[in-house]
C-alpha cells in the first residue's frame, strides 16, 4: 500500500471508554499529523511528530488526549475517558518535510462515535 | 483556531461553468496548498503556491495568491460533476520550527450539477 492507512476506520463507543487510533504513515515520511474534523467543520489540528524531535503537541484540546510515534513508523493516538464532544473525524497525514513545502498526504480517517 | 476563512460557504454551479472560491488568512505564510475531500474520505492535495509566487496552474486549477492583501483563489475552469467536493485551502506560517505544520479553513462545500 503507497498511502496513508488508517484504522479502525469507524468505532463506536460508549462515554466513558479509553479508544486508540491508529495511523501507518507512507514509507519514509518523517512527518506525521493528526487532525480532528467535526461534522461540516475544516481540519482541527491536534499533533506533529517530526523525526525524533519532541512532538508538537499544542493542538491537543485536553490531557485525555495522548499520541505516540516510534521513530518514522505507525503512530496510536489515544483518547482517554471518552466524551460525547471527542465524536468526530481524526485523519492523520505524513509528508516529506523540506522547510515546510510539502504537501500532505492523508489516510481516510477513523469515524468515532461516543454514545 | 482556524486561520484560513473560506468564501463562499457553499457554492452550486452547473457542469461547464467554472468555480471560483476564495481564501483569506491573518499571518505571514511560508506556502499556501488546496486540498479537495470527498464525503467520507480523506483530503487529497491538489496545488501548493509558495509565498514568493503569485499565480500557478495545474490542468483545470488555477491558483492566485495575493500576500499583501492575505487572500488566495482557486478556480476551476469546465468543471464536471466530478469536481462535487469540500475545497479546504491551508496554509504553513513562516517562521518556527514546526516546518510543514498547516492550518485549515472551513471549506467551501462545491457542488457540480450535471
Known amino acids: 500500500g503507497a498511502g496513508v492507512s488508517q484504522s479502525p476506520s469507524n468505532k463506536v463507543t460508549e462515554k466513558g471508554k479509553d479508544v486508540e487510533l491508529r495511523c501507518d504513515p507512507i514509507?519514509?515520511?518523517?512527518?506525521l499529523y493528526w487532525y480532528r474534523q467535526r461534522l461540516g467543520q475544516g481540519l482541527e489540528f491536534l499533533i506533529y511528530?517530526?523525526?525524533?524531535?519532541?512532538?508538537?503537541k499544542s493542538g491537543l484540546p485536553s490531557d485525555r488526549f495522548s499520541a505516540e510515534r516510534t521513530g518514522e513508523s505507525v503512530s496510536t493516538l489515544t483518547i482517554q475517558r471518552t466524551q460525547q464532544e471527542d465524536s468526530a473525524v481524526y485523519l492523520c497525514?505524513?509528508?516529506?518535510?523540506?522547510?515546510?513545502?510539502?504537501?500532505?498526504?492523508f489516510g481516510d480517517g477513523t469515524r468515532l462515535s461516543i454514545l | 483556531s482556524q486561520q484560513g476563512e473560506e468564501d463562499p460557504q457553499a457554492l452550486s454551479i452547473q457542469e461547464g461553468e467554472n468555480a471560483t472560491m476564495n481564501c483569506s488568512y491573518k499571518?505571514?505564510?511560508?506556502?499556501l496548498q488546496w486540498y479537495r475531500q470527498n464525503s467520507g474520505r480523506g483530503l487529497v492535495h491538489l496545488i501548493l503556491?509558495?509565498?514568493?509566487?503569485r499565480e500557478k496552474h495545474s490542468g483545470r486549477l488555477r491558483v492566485t495568491l495575493d500576500t499583501s492583501k492575505k487572500s488566495s483563489s482557486l478556480l476551476i475552469t469546465a468543471s464536471r460533476a466530478a469536481d462535487t467536493a469540500s475545497y479546504f485551502c491551508?496554509?504553513?506560517?513562516?517562521?518556527?520550527?514546526?516546518?510543514?505544520?498547516?492550518?485549515f479553513g472551513q471549506g467551501t462545500i462545491l457542488t457540480v450539477h450535471p
Open positions: 497525514a505524513s509528508s516529506l518535510v523540506k522547510k515546510g513545502n510539502q504537501p500532505q498526504h
Open positions: 514509507s519514509g515520511h518523517t512527518a
Open positions: 511528530f517530526q523525526g525524533n524531535s519532541a512532538p508538537d
Open positions: 499571518t505571514s505564510i511560508n506556502n
Open positions: 503556491i509558495r509565498s514568493n509566487e
Open positions: 491551508a496554509t504553513a506560517n513562516a517562521g518556527g520550527t514546526s516546518y510543514g505544520k498547516l492550518t
